[in-house]
């Protein structure tokens, strides 16, 4: 079972923070369609919209994948979601992805005749079932520093709770008596140590990797680090990948203001950071990337 198509896609994926914004938006610069109505991060609200369908469905989140492992091993209700994406994936739903000028030029995605791919961190944990969707999809997986990464969770998770107490304190200055629907604020409580989101970068690319390992999908594996520091051919290199026409060096340079060399080791300018660095350095996957040094 499959979804034909004029052209496969193109999946980006990789742990949250890992990168895979910054890269999504150059290869969008160059002409990959990654959705019309898309998120700030560069996500594609359609393809996001699923992907956490699926996981809201076993009971699991974004901070808790573990679910999924037992819903990839169910054959029959991973044909069942096979089934019903192939379904959703030929309706006019589809035009939320498309656009209507895309929509009423192409008819369908099955028509649809440009690179065309889309970047969801959720993907890692839901490649499985996309790649049955789409045998011949290309993957871009992209890998960084997972003291980066869990640095990287713990700024953005304190950010987001700080923001959503704030509100939550302004609703009850304004209205007073607080009700049942509003206790307590959303936001991950794992990703708010270091410790915690490291483990999670641990489950993403373990899910990641049993995954690449089980395909033959043409992929680039990309680590974050080395993209910043040499971002012109590594950007030429995944373009000519993606199907697009092989950008000048005029025109790479034009994207390139988005890229900060900086933060290829920036996250090891704290010496909390750095102790943590010297704890988990030796583990698994840190030493598989090389990471370890």
């Known amino acids: 079972m499959s979804f034909a198509c004029a052209r496969e896609p193109v999946i980006i994926v ?14 969008q610069r160059l002409g990959l369609f990654i959705g019309h109505s898309i998120l700030a991060d560069k996500e594609a609200k359609y393809f996001y919209s699923v992907n956490s369908q699926i996981l809201r469905s076993i009971h699991a989140y974004w901070d808790n994948p573990s679910p999924v492992r037992f819903l990839i091993s169910d054959s029959r209700r991973v044909e069942r979601i096979v089934e019903d994406l192939e379904a959703d994936l030929r309706s006019f739903r589809i035009t939320n992805y498309l656009g209507w000028k895309n929509y009423v030029k192409f008819r369908s995605l099955a028509q649809f005749d440009m690179p065309w791919g889309w970047k969801d961190p959720q993907n890692v944990l839901t490649l499985p079932i996309w790649l049955r969707v789409f045998p011949k999809a290309k993957i871009v997986y992209i890998v960084r520093n997972g003291v980066a990464v869990a640095n990287s969770l713990v700024a953005m998770q304190s950010r987001v709770i700080s923001k959503r107490l704030e509100r939550n304190q302004a609703r009850v200055r304004r209205w007073g008596a607080r009700s049942k629907e509003r206790i307590g604020v959303k936001g991950s409580s ?3 140590t270091l410790e ?10 373990t ?15 990309i680590k974050y680090e080395e993209f910043l520091l040499d971002s012109a ?3 030429r290199s995944l373009a000519r990948f993606c199907g697009l026409e092989p950008p000048g ?12 060399a900086t933060k290829a080791t920036s996250f090891l300018q704290t010496a ?3 102790r943590f660095h010297s704890e988990v350095r030796m583990s698994r996957w840190m030493e598989h990337y090389g990471y370890d040094g």
Request: glycine content about 4%; aromatic content about 4%.
């Open 196 to 205: 915690g989101s490291f483990s999670l970068w641990e489950e993403y690319v």
């Open 272 to 274: 909390a950071l750095v």
């Open 190 to 192: 794992r990703c708010l």
């Open 249 to 260: 060096s005029a025109t790479v340079h034009e994207h390139l203001d988005l890229v900060d």
């Open 233 to 235: 051919d590594h950007l």
């Open 14 to 27: 990789g742990v949250p923070r890992s990168g895979t914004t910054l890269i999504s938006e150059l290869l």
């Open 207 to 221: 899910q990641a990797e049993e995954v690449m390992n089980s395909v033959n999908n043409e992929r680039r594996v």
